[in-house]
């Protein structure tokens, strides 16, 4: 069999990814494929602009799943301002939206971002995209609750946190 590079970092990646899949299985925590497909979808990204993988980080996942016990009653999109950096989304009502279906519109925010001004396309955000890529930002952790209000709330924290002004990603 014939293996590309590529080919053979995603299956690395892969397996780096399932090694850490039996870990978590707390209420808020992610099913194990929107696990695995959370791990995925951030280090496909990464790997496309040449940024190391990240992994899943347990301190920094029950950092989120207690900050999104905290949201269940309003669903509300206001950040923790904790020590990590953050990621959030909401989906819809009675919508099946899991934490991979947030990573997936982040990411889409690549195409938002300017690597040479380092910033957004005009009125567009791309903070989201630039987390999940940050080279430093080397843990992560996330979670999902469904509101009281029937939306869903999702949470990435980001260990360190990305972000910082006046840097690059990578
Ligand atoms: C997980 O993240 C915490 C908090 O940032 C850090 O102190 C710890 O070393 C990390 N654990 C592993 C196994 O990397």
Known sequence: MKLGSSSISVMSLLIITMSSLLIHTSQDSPTPRDFLMTLINHNLARAHVGV???????????????????RAADCDLIHSRGPY??????GPRGGPFVVDDAVTM?????????????????????????????????????????????????????????????????
């Open 52 to 70: 190391a993988h990240i992994v899943w980080n347990e301190t920094v996942a029950a950092y989120a799943r207690d900050y999104a016990e905290k």
């Open 106 to 170: 982040w990411v889409g925010e690549e195409n938002d971002y300017n690597y040479a001004s380092n910033s957004c396309q005009p009125r567009k955000g791309c903070g989201h995209y630039t987390q999940v890529i940050w080279r430093k930002s080397v843990h992560v952790g996330c979670a999902r609750v469904i509101c009281d209000n029937g939306g869903t709330f999702i949470i990435c924290s980001y260990d360190p946190p990305g972000n910082i002004i006046g840097e690059r990603p990578y």
């Open 85 to 90: 950096g953050e990621n959030l989304a909401m």
